[in-house]
């Protein structure tokens, strides 16, 4: 195996008996032995659990049981997850004293799709306030650059898949914590539709903008991903069942108004790196539309802030009367800021935001997907507290969690200082399918995203394993 296998092609390769679930999963879990001390993406691996699931996952292959895309594939988790008789940390010294008694939902369907758990990640505390060192465990670290930030909060899924140390991680994205790691790490990171994956045993940040999303290395792979972790598509499809459709006769509207809102603040290599991404989408055939009449940015953006603070605090509030020392000073800080706002803050930006959402579906009714930013700067230094405060003021994601919508980032390159560029796309409510086709469409233009410097899937590959590509 010359190159990383994407999780299609592992599972192409299992079915085929090339290869077996205990292979890969043994593979994985070498390398996070190896490798992971560059980049603190685990809290706990999961050897023997992950073993046995390897062991169960062939033993049913062998027996003719076939349980889908993530049969036999290992992936991580975010520790905002339960799993059964393990603590839920969330990154934090304020843990609960007893085991989860039962899997999170998500959890939960990858088992019962045979899926292998390799072990939690880290997290920005709580899945707010951002990478600090005044915790029991590390921050999490950039693989394409350890010196930078990985993106947040969902930071050691995104660095662990990105390096290699997982085929696929699952996290949450409540003003973008899937989004931003996909777009510092170079990975596909999505955040479905509200609800479309279910929630239920994922610790809250903020209970009305939580999302659970994929992050993976393709296109193709987010798809099989959400097959299993989401409700059915729309007509009971396959997320991936436009896939290779091509973009001819669609229209992709660019959304100007937001990227002005940036204030001429936009890193210029980011902005060529879009610029060259609508290329490639208006030479694959989409028709590109400028959308006018948005909803203002600012307003976004305070509204969603003035939602997460209100209940953020909500979950908070008890720990922050009683325990505040135990909180890394980041996250008390922004935690606390919820005290206060009344409820007629809360009530007052909730009917704005039902306002918003209004606009903007009638500003954008008449194109199948939007295409923006993600980031208007580059992933910054890890002990640059000045540039990480304004990384999450700096970028165009947290919109979509006020509008529900579904939103992905992708890379579409690197900068000549070696980190990625991204792209963000997004497409109206329960669009995932048509939003994975547009996505899948500049992937194949631009090409997949190689591996980062220094972690390279030749190392210490047995020669037993065969190339997926024949």
């Known amino acids: 195996m010359t190159s990383y296998p994407t999780i299609a092609e592992a599972g192409r390769l299992m079915r085929a008996g090339a290869i077996t679930s205990v292979d890969l999963t043994r593979l994985h879990l070498d390398r996070i032995a190896r490798l992971d001390n560059r980049v603190d993406s685990y809290l706990v691996v999961m050897e023997e659990q992950a073993l046995s699931a390897a062991e169960r996952a062939d033993a049913a292959f062998r027996a003719g049981m076939d349980h889908g895309p993530m049969h036999g594939i290992p992936y991580c988790l975010k520790d905002i997850f339960d799993v059964a008789g393990m603590v839920t940390t969330c990154h934090s010294r304020i843990v609960p004293e007893e085991p989860a008694t039962a899997d999170a939902a998500v959890v939960a369907r990858l088992a019962a799709a045979g899926a292998v758990l390799l072990g939690k990640t880290a997290l920005h505390e709580f899945g707010t306030g951002g990478p600090t060192f005044d915790l029991p465990f590390p921050p999490a670290r950039n693989p394409w650059n350890r010196d930078h930030h990985p993106g947040g909060s969902t930071s050691g899924s995104g660095a662990a898949v990105s390096a290699g140390l997982a085929m696929a991680g699952i996290g949450t994205d409540t003003l973008g914590s899937v989004r931003s790691p996909a777009t510092a790490c170079g990975l596909v ?7 479309v994956v279910p929630r239920r045993g994922c610790f809250p940040l903020a ?3 939580d999302h659970v999303g994929p992050l993976t290395r393709t296109v193709e792979d987010c798809a099989l991903v959400m097959d299993v972790i989401a409700e059915p598509a729309r007509g009971g499809r396959s997320y991936g069942s436009e896939l290779g459709h091509g973009l001819k006769g669609l229209r992709i509207g660019t959304l100007d108004p937001f990227h002005e809102a940036a204030g001429g603040a936009v890193d210029p290599e980011i902005e060529a790196g879009f610029d060259n991404a609508l290329a490639a989408l208006r030479d694959a055939g989409a028709e590109i539309v400028v959308i006018n009449n948005l909803p203002p940015f600012a307003a976004l953006q305070a509204t969603a802030l003035t939602i997460h603070r209100a209940e953020a605090y909500t979950v908070h509030r008890a720990w922050l009367a009683e325990r ?6 980041i996250s008390r800080e922004k935690l606390q800021a919820g005290a206060a706002l009344g409820a007629s803050d809360f009530i007052i930006a909730q009917q704005a935001r039902a306002e918003l959402i209004a606009r903007y579906r009638h500003a954008t009714a008449e194109v199948d997907a939007v295409v923006g930013l993600s980031s208007f700067m580059l992933p910054c230094r890890i002990d640059d507290p000045a540039a990480l405060g304004a990384t999450y003021r700096r970028h165009m994601r947290t919109p979509f969690n006020v509008l529900g919508d579904p939103a992905l980032s992708m890379p579409v390159g690197l900068s000549r200082t070696g980190l990625p560029l991204a ?3 997004s497409a109206p409510p329960y669009g995932e399918a048509r939003l994975l086709r547009i996505a899948d469409g500049l992937e ?3 090409g997949r995203m190689s591996t980062p410097p220094g972690f ?3 190392e210490g590959v047995p020669t037993a394993l065969p190339d997926p590509a024949g």
């Open 189 to 195: 990171g999505l955040k479905p539709t509200y609800d």
């Open 444 to 446: 194949r233009a631009l």
């Open 423 to 425: 792209v963000q796309l």
């Open 207 to 209: 209970f009305s903008l």
């Open 324 to 329: 505040p020392d135990d909180y890394c000073a």
């Open 456 to 458: 390279a899937w030749e």
